[in-house]
Protein backbone atom coordinates (compact mmCIF):
# COMPACT_ATOMS: atom_id res chain seq x y z
CA UNK A 1 0.00 0.00 0.00
CA UNK A 2 1.26 3.37 -0.74
CA UNK A 3 2.53 5.75 2.19
CA UNK A 4 2.43 9.62 1.15
CA UNK A 5 3.70 12.69 3.53
CA UNK A 6 0.27 13.92 4.44
CA UNK A 7 -0.77 16.72 7.03
CA UNK A 8 -4.34 18.37 7.51
CA UNK A 9 -5.87 15.46 5.42
CA UNK A 10 -9.40 16.43 4.92
CA UNK A 11 -12.03 13.49 5.51
CA UNK A 12 -15.28 13.60 3.99
CA UNK A 13 -18.56 11.63 4.79
CA UNK A 14 -21.92 12.22 4.15
CA UNK A 15 -23.49 11.28 7.75
CA UNK A 16 -24.40 13.73 10.20
CA UNK A 17 -23.81 12.02 13.20
CA UNK A 18 -25.44 13.32 16.73
CA UNK A 19 -23.45 13.43 19.87
CA UNK A 20 -25.22 10.93 22.47
CA UNK A 21 -25.92 12.47 25.65
CA UNK A 22 -23.98 9.72 27.19
CA UNK A 23 -22.03 10.97 30.44
CA UNK A 24 -18.23 10.06 30.08
CA UNK A 25 -17.10 8.43 33.64
CA UNK A 26 -15.72 10.74 36.16
CA UNK A 27 -12.08 9.51 37.47
CA UNK A 28 -12.12 10.95 40.73
CA UNK A 29 -8.82 10.16 41.87
CA UNK A 30 -6.85 11.91 38.35
CA UNK A 31 -8.98 14.58 37.11
CA UNK A 32 -7.37 17.95 37.80
CA UNK A 33 -7.72 19.87 40.93
CA UNK A 34 -10.31 22.69 41.40
CA UNK A 35 -7.02 25.32 41.37
CA UNK A 36 -5.48 23.59 38.19
CA UNK A 37 -9.20 23.88 36.12
CA UNK A 38 -9.91 26.93 37.44
CA UNK A 39 -5.92 28.09 35.68
CA UNK A 40 -6.94 25.94 32.28
CA UNK A 41 -9.81 28.13 32.14
CA UNK A 42 -8.39 30.94 32.99
CA UNK A 43 -5.79 30.33 30.43
CA UNK A 44 -8.30 29.24 27.85
CA UNK A 45 -11.05 31.70 28.33
CA UNK A 46 -12.36 32.95 25.29
CA UNK A 47 -9.21 32.20 22.91
CA UNK A 48 -11.04 28.81 22.25
CA UNK A 49 -14.52 29.75 22.30
CA UNK A 50 -15.08 27.09 24.25
CA UNK A 51 -14.59 25.41 27.87
CA UNK A 52 -12.37 22.29 28.09
CA UNK A 53 -14.26 19.43 30.18
CA UNK A 54 -11.53 19.12 32.77
CA UNK A 55 -14.43 17.31 35.49
CA UNK A 56 -14.62 14.03 33.29
CA UNK A 57 -10.89 13.92 32.36
CA UNK A 58 -7.70 14.30 33.39
CA UNK A 59 -6.32 17.41 31.74
CA UNK A 60 -3.28 18.74 32.44
CA UNK A 61 -2.15 22.69 31.18
CA UNK A 62 1.14 21.95 29.65
CA UNK A 63 1.51 25.10 27.48
CA UNK A 64 -0.29 28.70 28.25
CA UNK A 65 0.32 30.47 25.43
CA UNK A 66 -0.43 28.80 23.06
CA UNK A 67 -2.58 26.48 24.71
CA UNK A 68 -1.43 23.21 24.31
CA UNK A 69 -3.46 20.23 26.66
CA UNK A 70 -2.06 16.77 27.86
CA UNK A 71 -4.86 14.23 28.83
CA UNK A 72 -4.26 10.83 30.54
CA UNK A 73 -6.45 7.99 29.83
CA UNK A 74 -8.32 9.58 26.96
CA UNK A 75 -8.82 5.63 25.79
CA UNK A 76 -8.50 2.99 27.49
CA UNK A 77 -6.16 0.08 26.42
CA UNK A 78 -8.93 -2.14 25.11
CA UNK A 79 -10.23 1.14 23.20
CA UNK A 80 -6.79 1.29 21.99
CA UNK A 81 -6.54 -2.30 21.10
CA UNK A 82 -9.64 -2.27 19.43
CA UNK A 83 -8.70 0.76 17.21
CA UNK A 84 -5.33 -0.51 16.22
CA UNK A 85 -6.94 -3.99 15.01
CA UNK A 86 -9.71 -1.83 12.89
CA UNK A 87 -6.77 -0.35 11.28
CA UNK A 88 -5.52 -3.23 9.76
CA UNK A 89 -8.63 -4.52 8.44
CA UNK A 90 -8.52 -5.32 4.72
CA UNK A 91 -11.47 -3.21 3.66
CA UNK A 92 -9.78 -0.09 4.88
CA UNK A 93 -9.16 3.06 2.93
CA UNK A 94 -5.30 4.43 2.73
CA UNK A 95 -4.90 8.25 2.52
CA UNK A 96 -3.04 9.06 -0.86
CA UNK A 97 -2.81 13.29 -0.73
CA UNK A 98 0.18 14.62 -0.21
CA UNK A 99 0.95 17.42 2.47
CA UNK A 100 -1.70 20.23 2.86
CA UNK A 101 -2.88 18.77 -0.76
CA UNK A 102 -6.72 19.69 0.22
CA UNK A 103 -5.90 22.75 1.57
CA UNK A 104 -3.15 24.51 -1.04
CA UNK A 105 -5.46 22.92 -3.72
CA UNK A 106 -8.49 25.12 -2.26
CA UNK A 107 -6.98 28.05 -1.97
CA UNK A 108 -6.64 28.42 1.63
CA UNK A 109 -2.88 28.69 1.63
CA UNK A 110 -3.48 31.51 4.43
CA UNK A 111 -5.81 29.51 7.09
CA UNK A 112 -3.34 26.73 6.82
CA UNK A 113 -0.12 28.94 8.03
CA UNK A 114 1.57 27.15 4.98
CA UNK A 115 2.77 28.53 1.72
CA UNK A 116 3.24 25.67 -1.37
CA UNK A 117 7.01 26.73 -0.86
CA UNK A 118 7.08 25.55 2.35
CA UNK A 119 4.65 22.46 1.82
CA UNK A 120 7.76 21.32 -0.68
CA UNK A 121 10.24 21.95 1.80
CA UNK A 122 8.36 19.53 4.39
CA UNK A 123 7.91 16.89 1.84
CA UNK A 124 11.87 16.56 1.12
CA UNK A 125 12.31 16.99 5.35
CA UNK A 126 14.70 13.98 6.61
CA UNK A 127 15.83 12.97 2.85
CA UNK A 128 12.38 12.03 2.11
CA UNK A 129 11.22 9.89 4.74
CA UNK A 130 7.49 9.58 4.68
CA UNK A 131 5.07 9.69 7.04
CA UNK A 132 3.66 6.25 7.62
CA UNK A 133 0.55 4.39 6.37
CA UNK A 134 -2.52 6.66 7.11
CA UNK A 135 -5.96 5.25 6.78
CA UNK A 136 -9.71 6.39 7.79
CA UNK A 137 -11.31 5.33 10.25
CA UNK A 138 -13.74 3.23 9.91
CA UNK A 139 -17.49 4.47 11.11
CA UNK A 140 -17.69 2.77 13.97
CA UNK A 141 -14.66 4.05 15.16
CA UNK A 142 -15.55 7.46 14.36
CA UNK A 143 -18.62 6.63 16.54
CA UNK A 144 -16.55 5.64 19.39
CA UNK A 145 -13.90 8.57 19.25
CA UNK A 146 -15.81 11.48 17.77
CA UNK A 147 -18.03 11.65 21.01
CA UNK A 148 -15.62 11.97 23.57
CA UNK A 149 -14.03 14.36 21.18
CA UNK A 150 -16.69 16.71 22.14
CA UNK A 151 -17.27 15.67 25.25
CA UNK A 152 -13.30 16.68 26.28
CA UNK A 153 -14.11 19.93 23.76
CA UNK A 154 -17.09 20.82 25.89
CA UNK A 155 -19.14 20.81 22.92
CA UNK A 156 -21.50 17.75 23.90
CA UNK A 157 -24.19 19.60 22.78
CA UNK A 158 -23.67 20.11 19.66
CA UNK A 159 -23.65 17.12 16.57
CA UNK A 160 -20.62 16.12 14.62
CA UNK A 161 -20.53 15.97 10.78
CA UNK A 162 -17.50 14.97 8.69
CA UNK A 163 -17.28 16.75 5.47
CA UNK A 164 -13.98 17.69 3.39
CA UNK A 165 -15.53 20.80 1.56
CA UNK A 166 -14.53 23.74 2.89
CA UNK A 167 -18.02 25.36 2.24
CA UNK A 168 -19.17 23.34 4.87
CA UNK A 169 -18.72 25.34 8.01
CA UNK A 170 -19.51 25.20 11.69
CA UNK A 171 -22.75 26.42 12.82
CA UNK A 172 -24.68 26.63 16.36
CA UNK A 173 -25.98 23.11 15.99
CA UNK A 174 -23.01 21.41 14.51
CA UNK A 175 -18.82 20.96 14.35
CA UNK A 176 -16.80 20.26 11.24
CA UNK A 177 -14.24 17.26 11.58
CA UNK A 178 -11.94 17.60 8.30
CA UNK A 179 -9.94 14.59 9.59
CA UNK A 180 -10.29 11.56 11.43
CA UNK A 181 -7.31 9.35 10.60
CA UNK A 182 -5.21 6.30 12.30
CA UNK A 183 -1.83 6.31 11.18
CA UNK A 184 1.34 3.54 11.77
CA UNK A 185 4.69 4.68 11.78
CA UNK A 186 7.65 2.40 11.11
CA UNK A 187 11.29 2.73 11.55
CA UNK A 188 12.66 6.32 10.01
CA UNK A 189 8.83 7.55 9.55
CA UNK A 190 7.67 11.11 11.04
CA UNK A 191 6.18 13.63 10.18
CA UNK A 192 7.50 17.24 8.76
CA UNK A 193 7.20 20.42 10.96
CA UNK A 194 3.69 21.81 10.03
CA UNK A 195 0.68 23.25 10.98
CA UNK A 196 -3.14 22.21 11.29
CA UNK A 197 -4.93 24.82 9.69
CA UNK A 198 -8.04 23.81 11.66
CA UNK A 199 -9.46 25.06 15.14
CA UNK A 200 -8.45 22.11 17.26
CA UNK A 201 -6.47 18.69 16.92
CA UNK A 202 -7.20 16.05 18.96
CA UNK A 203 -4.00 13.63 18.99
CA UNK A 204 -4.16 10.70 20.77
CA UNK A 205 -1.44 7.93 20.93
CA UNK A 206 -2.71 4.24 20.47
CA UNK A 207 0.23 2.51 21.96
CA UNK A 208 3.35 3.02 23.81
CA UNK A 209 6.45 4.25 21.79
CA UNK A 210 9.46 3.84 23.82
CA UNK A 211 11.53 4.29 20.00
CA UNK A 212 11.30 7.39 19.31
CA UNK A 213 8.59 9.20 17.83
CA UNK A 214 7.93 12.28 19.95
CA UNK A 215 5.10 14.92 19.07
CA UNK A 216 7.55 18.01 19.22
CA UNK A 217 6.67 21.51 18.85
CA UNK A 218 10.16 22.98 18.62
CA UNK A 219 9.21 26.92 18.52
CA UNK A 220 7.56 26.25 21.82
CA UNK A 221 9.84 23.82 23.93
CA UNK A 222 7.86 20.82 23.91
CA UNK A 223 8.00 16.99 23.22
CA UNK A 224 5.87 14.37 24.48
CA UNK A 225 6.53 10.90 24.27
CA UNK A 226 3.76 8.58 22.55
CA UNK A 227 1.97 6.88 26.17
CA UNK A 228 -0.76 4.63 24.91
CA UNK A 229 -4.86 6.23 25.64
CA UNK A 230 -3.08 9.51 26.45
CA UNK A 231 -3.85 12.79 23.84
CA UNK A 232 -3.01 15.85 23.46
CA UNK A 233 -5.84 18.95 22.22
CA UNK A 234 -4.56 22.25 21.07
CA UNK A 235 -5.07 24.60 18.43
CA UNK A 236 -2.16 24.87 15.38
CA UNK A 237 -4.53 27.04 13.02
CA UNK A 238 -1.51 29.23 12.56
CA UNK A 239 0.60 28.54 15.69
CA UNK A 240 2.45 25.64 17.47
CA UNK A 241 4.29 24.80 14.62
CA UNK A 242 4.85 20.75 15.15
CA UNK A 243 6.64 17.90 13.82
CA UNK A 244 6.28 14.03 14.44
CA UNK A 245 10.11 12.48 15.40
CA UNK A 246 11.25 9.40 13.48
CA UNK A 247 10.60 6.63 15.03
CA UNK A 248 13.76 4.28 15.64
CA UNK A 249 14.73 0.84 14.62
CA UNK A 250 12.88 -2.73 16.27
CA UNK A 251 9.91 0.23 16.87
CA UNK A 252 6.83 1.47 16.02
CA UNK A 253 4.03 4.38 16.77
CA UNK A 254 0.21 4.29 16.56
CA UNK A 255 -1.95 7.50 16.76
CA UNK A 256 -5.64 8.28 16.48
CA UNK A 257 -5.65 12.31 14.76
CA UNK A 258 -8.79 14.27 14.98
CA UNK A 259 -8.85 17.93 13.00
CA UNK A 260 -11.74 19.54 14.32
CA UNK A 261 -13.30 22.96 12.97
CA UNK A 262 -15.95 24.09 16.16
CA UNK A 263 -15.69 28.23 16.02
CA UNK A 264 -18.70 29.87 14.13
CA UNK A 265 -18.09 32.31 11.46
CA UNK A 266 -18.68 35.74 12.45
CA UNK A 267 -21.88 37.40 13.02
CA UNK A 268 -23.59 33.45 12.48
CA UNK A 269 -24.27 33.13 16.54
CA UNK A 270 -27.91 33.53 15.89
CA UNK A 271 -28.38 32.97 12.28
CA UNK A 272 -31.10 30.47 11.80
CA UNK A 273 -30.43 27.02 10.64
CA UNK A 274 -30.41 25.49 7.34
CA UNK A 275 -30.95 21.47 6.70
CA UNK A 276 -28.12 20.58 4.59
CA UNK A 277 -29.99 17.89 3.57
CA UNK A 278 -33.24 18.93 2.67
CA UNK A 279 -32.42 22.67 2.36
CA UNK A 280 -35.18 23.50 4.94
CA UNK A 281 -34.88 26.08 7.77
CA UNK A 282 -34.77 24.72 10.93
CA UNK A 283 -37.29 26.40 13.70
CA UNK A 284 -35.85 27.34 17.23
Given at each position: MHRSLVVGVLLGADALRPAPRRRVAPRPQSVATADAQDEIMATIG?????????RDFDVTLEHRAPPVLKIQNFLSD????????????????????YLNHRVNEDGAVATSGYSEE????????SDGATSGLRVRMPSDILDLVAPK?????GLSHRNYRFKEE???RPDRATVIVRDATVVRYREGEGVAPHVDGKDATL???????????????????L????????????DSRLDLLHYAAPVHAGHEKWILQLLID???????????????????????
Open positions: AAWETAPNTAECAQIIEAARGDDVEVCEEQAQEALEWALSLLLYYLVYLNTCRGGGHTVFPEDGAFPPRQGGALLYHRLPPGHEHMPLVDWDTGAIIPG
